[in-house]
């Protein structure tokens, strides 16, 4: 069921391609960062449209990446669970959402000691805490998250370069409260308790692929070419789902289940190996 969110953003002044710590990270293909601001602009136009509010990040000189803010920590219930960055390129992205959150009046918030990506390797259901790690994030990051937040994290193994955060393999859609029958005939998924999720089964290990049918028997289970243009990296108020335009495929899978997909174009982000969610920090 929608509900009106808070995000945190951080406009791409200085984004550019400089190092390379993704396999979409390409550093002989040129970054326009003019179409970069103007795509992600749009992204943020977009969301306020949808009854939205955007924070925004002042952006610094020397992190490129700060753009993707959903990399900076995880915020539940007004605790923040700060990142510890894996690559030193991104180590002082960790300072400036600390210092954010600080100044925002954040209570409860905790540098992880374990190395964890923030949004990028959680993902909140209505239940669950869910947990990637292989890449990026810890295998000791969920327990520490699970301590923190006092709520059951289910850690999944990733295995493909190319979906090195849980958040390039999943989204959740919907906070599993009732829905608002929109989908007629009562639909398959909405209207009944429980999160409902996409994901790409080729980004997880065998068992992670197990526990994910288990939990998420009725999930949309995307195909490889939406999976390649990011389109699992979207965001969802709970009826709208903002993704990137190039996936097509997960448009009808989507609507069947009573959503309203928003395709918008980050083209230029993608060349970071990022996209809608990555732009896209949650505070809950
Ligand atoms: N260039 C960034 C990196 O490789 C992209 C981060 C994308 N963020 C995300 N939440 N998946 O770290």
């Known amino acids: 069921m929608y509900r009106p969110r808070r995000y945190l953003m951080c406009p791409p002044e200085h984004f550019r391609v400089t190092y390379s710590i993704n396999p979409w990270m390409d550093l002989s293909k040129p970054v326009d960062v003019r179409l970069a ?30 753009v993707f803010t959903a990399n900076g920590g995880l915020v539940l219930e007004d605790r923040v669970l700060g990142a510890r960055f894996a690559h030193p390129e991104r180590y ?24 964890n990506e923030g949004e990028g390797d959680f993902a909140v259901t209505d239940r669950w805490l869910l947990a990637g790690h292989g ?26 370069p190319r979906f090195y955060h849980l958040d390039t393999a999943l989204c959740v859609l919907d906070d599993g409260t009732a829905g608002d029958g929109a989908d007629g005939d009562g639909g398959s998924v909405r209207g ?41 990296n979207a965001v969802s108020d709970g009826h709208h789902v903002v993704l990137p335009q190039a996936a097509v495929g997960l448009l009808e899978p989507l609507r069947e289940r009573g959503f309203e997909p928003v395709p918008v ?19 809950r």
Not at 92 to 115: K, M, N, S
């Open 37 to 66: 601001m103007a795509q992600w602009s749009d992204l943020r136009d977009c969301y306020r449209s949808l009854g939205h509010t955007v924070d925004e990040l002042t952006p610094h000189p020397d992190l490129p990446d700060l």
């Open 92 to 115: 002082g992205e960790a300072t400036v959402h600390e210092e954010w959150h600080r100044e925002r009046g954040c209570v409860e918030f905790q540098r992880a000691q374990h190395t």
């Open 135 to 160: 890449f990026r994030s810890s295998p000791l990051a969920p327990q520490e998250a699970q301590e923190f937040f006092g709520r059951p994290v289910i850690a999944l193994g990733l295995v493909n």
């Open 192 to 232: 009944r308790e429980g999160s409902t999720v996409m994901y790409y089964p080729g980004a997880f290990s065998p068992g992670s692929r197990a526990v994910l049918e288990r939990l998420f028997p009725d999930a949309i289970v995307a195909e490889e070419a939406d999976a390649l243009a990011l389109g699992l």
């Open 265 to 283: 174009d980050l083209s230029e982000l993608l060349k970071a190996g990022g996209s809608v969610k990555c732009c896209t920090a949650e505070l």
